[in-house]
């Protein structure tokens, strides 16, 4: 799904949407697509000039990377129009707070993305972690923001591709709140790169 007036300036924002075999997926990752979702219906009035793209990613869980080429096939030489790319995948979690990571952002997109997430409860900055979409920004040097669960390492271990990751793993107030968080951030991206 894309708005805004121009895609040479544009926020990626993106969920895998698929999940390992046998396995119902809740935190892995049906929380982040929910929270895309809701914030795709956030966005319905949006008129800034900024890109907004909201991409369903496929083949994160079957390690084959499939969405990730096709998004890097069709965006050849335009990586550099993309503002920041985010990442959600593996939020909600009941268990734990919401984390953000920081990559590759100067401090100036570091200082807007603080900010518009210091206004959640519950969303704290994080560790990094790689194991995501978000690594085909990194690889480019493209900023980006991943968002998981601040107990990330104990959905791998004990939830995360099994029959246990189920839907009462998952708080739906969470995904609300990570919508507004990346709603928040959009608009004050929108202003900050208005006359980019």
């Not at 007036?5 to 697509?33: C, S």
């Not at 129009?81 to 990571?101: H, K, P, T």
């Not at 993305?113 to 990094?128: D, I, K, N, S």
């Not at 029959?163 to 990346?182: G, N």
Request: net charge negative; aromatic share 8%; charged share 20%.
């Amino acid at each position: 799904a894309r708005a805004g007036a121009r895609f040479d300036r544009r926020v990626v924002l993106f969920a895998h949407i698929d999940t390992r075999p046998d396995t119902p997926g809740a935190t892995d990752n049906a929380g982040g697509v929910a929270a895309l979702l809701c914030l795709a219906e956030l966005l319905a009035g949006y008129r800034g000039d900024l890109g907004i793209e909201l991409v369903a990613m496929n083949g994160e869980d079957y390690y084959g990377a499939s969405g990730e080429k096709m998004f890097l096939a069709e965006n050849e030489g335009r990586m550099g129009e993309i503002v920041l790319g985010v990442n959600a995948d593996g939020i909600a979690y009941r268990g734990g707070e919401d984390a953000f990571s920081l990559y590759h952002c100067p401090d100036d997109l570091a200082t807007t993305v603080r900010a518009a997430f210091a206004r959640y409860p519950g969303l704290v900055e994080g560790g990094p972690w790689y194991a995501g979409d978000h690594g085909l920004f990194l690889r480019g040097g493209v900023p980006a923001v991943a968002l998981t669960s601040s107990k990330v390492d104990e959905l791998l271990a004990g939830y995360t591709h099994t029959p246990r990751d189920t839907v009462e793993l998952v708080d739906p107030q969470k995904i609300v709140t990570v919508s507004l968080a990346l709603f928040d951030l959009i608009e004050r991206l929108a202003v900050a790169t208005s006359g980019a």
